[in-house]
Structure formats: structure tokens, C-alpha cells
């Protein structure tokens, strides 16, 4: 059984038990529990993508630990003006170990 599940405008498949990076959830500390919208279910045989049945399903984390991506450097370059610009970036992430993925009912 999995399901593929939405966080920070990126879609995820997930099943129980794995750890999955999300952008970062700011209001979630570490041990806390988050739910995550579901978009398909896939149980077996059957695959539920309703979102009238979906609306009332929601998968259930643990928050694991919040880091930092890979630091990544955007350089902009104009030729014989001498205009240089360097800038990095490191993304904010969130570890959640997805616990429990409820069934549709039918």
C-alpha cells in the first residue's frame, strides 16, 4: 500500500515507514505528528483518486528532524562591463517518517 501525498506545492509517494524530505514545516517541532493531503491511494489492486473520497484521508508523520539541503551558488556574469554577482542558497528541509496511511472507506 502507498500514497501519493502533497507538501510545499511537490508531490511525494510514500508508504509506511519511510522517511521522506518535505520542504520545511515551521510550525512542527521534532516528535511532533503532521498530516499530509492525500492525492492517490493505491491499496493492493485498488486505486482510489476521487477527491471527494480522498478529501476525508489524510497520511499521518512523525516529524524526524529539520535540516539543510546542498548549498548551491548562482554566479551572474555580463561580459566587459565587469558585473559579477555571486549568491548562494541552502534550502530548509523537514525528515518525516510517515506512521499510519488510512484505507478508503467504501
Not at 523537514?94 to 506512521?99: H, R
Amino acid at each position: 500500500m502507498y500514497a501519493i501525498v502533497r507538501s510545499g506545492g511537490r508531490q511525494h509517494k510514500v508508504a509506511v515507514g519511510d522517511i521522506v524530505e518535505v520542504d520545511k514545516i515551521s510550525t512542527a517541532n521534532v516528535g511532533d505528528t503532521v498530516e499530509l493531503s492525500t492525492l492517490l491511494l493505491v491499496d493492493g489492486e485498488a486505486v482510489t483518486s476521487d477527491p471527494w473520497v480522498l478529501a476525508g484521508i489524510k497520511v499521518v508523520a512523525e516529524v524526524v528532524d529539520h535540516h539543510k539541503g546542498q548549498k548551491i551558488d548562482i554566479l551572474r556574469y555580463k561580459n566587459k562591463t565587469g558585473y559579477r554577482r555571486r549568491q548562494g542558497h541552502r534550502q530548509q528541509y523537514t525528515a518525516v517518517k510517515v506512521t499510519d496511511i488510512p484505507t478508503a472507506a467504501k
